[in-house]
């Protein structure tokens, strides 16, 4: 069975050393190597790229049915990374670096000790555990409701029972200031419907 390796987003490493492919390890044999542009260049630039033997290819080019990226895109994005790719991700990591310790610093704020989670190596997503009482998939209701939103965790979990006090929080996109803001409401409501957390701020809920 051959494995399929997603490298989507191996860029995005905060010390800058990217993990080496599996595709390379195995000389390529038995690993189908895909990725794409969308995490490190733009998340509307929808171009991808599949690494295998031909024979695999050719296989997976007849399966194909539609028509692909444009072929506009696909030039303007050759020609970015040929000048600049290599200046460009060390930018993208700093800044989204800056915008995980924000995040993080915003959850021991608002959360205290009920919010638990691991400074990740790289990546745009921040895994939160909650106590066991919350269920973050009832929490992503009410906060949607509230104008945020979180990823709950049985949603990208193959365990569900795990899952269910986590949820998964992007912090690509919003800036510094959204993200202290989405956490401080997000304590709020976490609050207000789960008891949890007891102290927001520092500040007594009872």
Not at 19 to 43: D, E, Q, T
Not at 113 to 137: C, M, N, Q, R
Request: charge should be neutral; hydrophobic fraction near 45%; glycine fraction near 8%.
């Amino acid at each position: 069975m051959p494995i399929f390796e997603d490298e989507c987003y191996s860029d995005l490493i905060w010390d800058g050393r990217r993990p080496r492919a599996l595709y390379a390890m195995a000389g390529g044999k038995g690993v189908i190597h895909i990725g794409s542009f969308s995490k490190s260049i733009s998340p509307a630039l929808r171009v991808g790229y599949i690494v295998a033997p031909w024979d695999i290819l050719s296989r997976i080019l007849a399966l194909k049915t539609d028509a692909g990226s444009g072929a506009l895109e696909q030039m303007v994005l050759a020609e970015f990374c040929a000048e600049h790719f290599q200046a460009h991700v060390p930018k993208l990591t700093k800044g989204l670096r800056a915008k995980l310790e924000t995040l993080m610093e915003a959850l021991a704020e608002q959360f205290g000790t009920a919010a638990e989670f691991e400074d990740p190596p790289g990546g745009i997503y921040l895994w939160v555990k909650l106590p066991d009482s919350v269920d973050t998939a009832k929490l992503a209701q009410v906060a949607l409701a509230a104008g945020i939103a979180i990823n709950p965790g049985p949603e990208w979990s193959t365990d569900k029972a795990w899952g269910k006090s986590r949820l998964r929080l992007c912090f690509a996109n919003p800036s510094k200031e959204t993200i202290r803001a989405g956490v401080a409401a997000l304590a709020e409501v976490c609050s207000r419907e789960f008891g949890v957390p007891t102290r927001i701020a520092n500040v007594k809920r009872g």
